[in-house]
């Protein structure tokens, strides 16, 4: 079974630009989540989308926003970007079985904002 | 908010020795995972908890969760350089379908 896909795997953009990254799931997951990783503020999460439907959010600025498709494909986009917005974003899909929420990550897509 | 304190927060042994790693926090969690990741790639599951004072093995890492569910411990044994890497723990919380990851314990061992 084909793990978690990310695109592109690395993105440079400059100050006030926007920028979307895709995201496919695992084959059969219908939950895809969305974190950020610095080094400073470790991972963290952005938000978790289920049935196209967004299911939980995190403490991020309205900047950050995603989207889910029928086929459970996500997306996420920021807009107006900062140089703070430098990371690496992390796409990953789960069963969401009860008791446990098991995340399946891709490789990261790594943005760097100029 | 709930936190996940993981200690040390950076570890460097030689190869062949014993380490522990720690998760703690004073929320009590529904299920705790752990994850390794490596440079430029994203974390990848290693086992996940659900039962208070559950032991699980995988070769030569140990995993325990605490009586109360509130905190975890990692160890491994006979370190090897393959064991090197970022190691994550994260706490699911069923009632608010929360996911929290602990601030991570970066793992080097030494050839």
């Known amino acids: 079974k084909a793990g978690v896909t990310q695109t592109p795997r690395y993105l440079i953009k400059t100050r006030g630009q926007q920028v979307t990254l895709s995201c496919s799931p695992i084959?059969?997951?219908?939950?895809v989540s969305w974190y950020q990783q610095t080094p400073g503020q470790g991972l963290q999460f952005l938000f978790e989308?289920?049935?196209?439907?967004?299911?939980n959010k995190g403490n991020f600025p309205g900047r950050f926003s995603g989207r889910q498709f029928s086929n459970s494909r996500s997306e996420m986009n920021v807009s107006t970007l900062e140089l703070g917005d430098s990371a690496l974003y992390l796409c990953?899909?789960?069963?969401?079985?009860?008791?446990?929420?098991?995340?399946?990550f891709g490789p990261g897509t790594r943005l760097t904002v100029l | 908010t709930q936190l996940l304190e993981q200690s040390p927060q950076f570890l460097s042994i030689q190869e062949g020795e014993n380490l522990t790693v720690y998760c703690n926090s004073s929320s009590v969690f529904s299920s705790l995972q752990w994850y390794r990741q490596e440079p430029g790639e994203g974390p990848v599951l290693l086992v996940t908890v659900v039962t208070g004072g559950e032991v699980k093995k995988l070769k030569r890492l140990t995993f325990q969760f605490g009586d109360a569910r509130k905190d975890s411990s990692l160890h491994i044994t006979a370190a090897q350089p393959g064991d090197t890497g970022l190691y994550l723990c994260a706490g699911f919380n069923f009632g608010n379908e929360k996911l929290t990851f602990g601030t991570g314990t970066r793992l080097t061992i030494i050839p």
């Open positions: 989308y289920f049935s196209e439907t967004q299911r």
């Open positions: 084959s059969g997951h219908r939950s």
């Open positions: 990953a899909s789960s069963l969401l079985s009860p008791k446990v929420n098991e995340q399946f």
